[in-house]
């Protein structure tokens, strides 16, 4: 069977992780501050402006939380993971949930309510366009979206921006573990303070959501291979445009923007058949985001709802084999009446 999705490790990431084993340092240590250093040379910014945590949704709580969003209206798209109505909800904060706009999967970022927070996915690897607003905060969600490009550079348009290093993402950090970036220094400064939760002599509260020296190392080791990791995604993305299947993709009025391919996704009126077709062939696919997945069950956000029953998300991921793309070429000629 053809997996879904697979993270892509080597030689080199095994010997990273295992010379930190060996050494008996463990925790938090230099290879959590090179690979800051290293993750904020890859963004452009100062080495004081990023910081490493364990996980995506820790980032994201964080952030909420620099941000002072406890009692604040939190905007974001129904059509998006679970983990920002976990964070919102354990910030204390108001949620608002609004569609994404048709032939995108994602939301629209401008217009929202004074003194509020908008959280901002690039759903897929396909860049929001972020427009700034007076006393609106903005959280850039690039958990799918590393290597995505506006102007050639890395995409860093949000007051902070938060990123995910789990086992499926664009790269990983040993299954689990997640990054904060923002130009304003002051944000991560305050994101610091509260990670250091050990022999302070103040009072103040604090939490422990630090990242470890093992998943620095093999973060390290994938960050050196991000561009290579875009670039395989790339050629298969191109590998399914040239069988002429119908896939979702956004068309950008600028140039500017350039999207990675965390998701290859497939439309079509009736994905749970075409999945069990694909399996039957040792293929497996995956309808990305079911209808019951959505955070809002309102059905005037109708996007949302059609998108949720229009999709199926084929293997794309750096480790995919010519052998394999040539089984999944053949599926898909023997599929054509179901696609």
Known sequence: MIPHNRPTIG???????????????ISQGREV?????EFARYLHLPEKNV?????????????????????????YPSYSCSSLRNATSLINGIEDLRDIEEGTPNMRSYNYDKNSIVIIPHIYGFPSDIKKQN???????????????????????????????????????????????????????????????????????????QMT??????GRIQLQRIDEFVQKRDEIFKFYSDLRIP???????????????????????????????????????????????????????????????NTISLPCYPSLKKKDLIKIEQAIDKLQLYI
Request: aromatic share 8%; hydrophobic share 40%.
């Open 33 to 37: 501050e090179e690979f800051q250093k």
């Open 247 to 309: 896939l979702l993709d956004v068309k950008y009025s600028k140039k500017t923007f350039k999207p990675v391919r965390f998701r290859t996704v497939m439309m079509n009126k009736n994905p749970k058949r075409l999945i069990d077709k694909f399996k039957k062939l040792g293929i497996e696919t995956i309808n990305p985001l079911e209808t019951w997945e959505l955070l809002s069950k309102n059905k005037k956000l109708k996007n949302s709802i059609q998108l949720t029953k």
């Open 11 to 25: 030689s080199k990431e095994i010997l990273a992780i295992s010379k930190v084993v060996n050494s008996k340092k």
């Open 135 to 209: 006393s609106v905060n903005f959280i850039e969600d690039s958990c799918q979206a590393l290597g995505a490009k506006y102007n050639g550079k890395p995409i860093l348009m949000g007051d902070i921006s938060i990123f995910s290093f789990y086992a499926t993402k664009m790269m990983t950090t040993a299954g689990q573990g997640g990054m904060l970036a923002s130009k304003n220094t002051a944000l991560i400064r305050e994101v610091k303070d509260y990670l250091a939760f050990d022999l302070r002599k103040d009072s103040k509260i604090r939490f422990n959501f």
């Open 51 to 75: 910081v490493a945590v364990n996980n995506g949704t820790s980032a994201l709580y964080l952030a909420l939380r620099v941000l002072n969003a406890k009692n604040k209206k939190v905007i």
């Open 213 to 218: 020296d093992i998943q620095a190392a093999m």
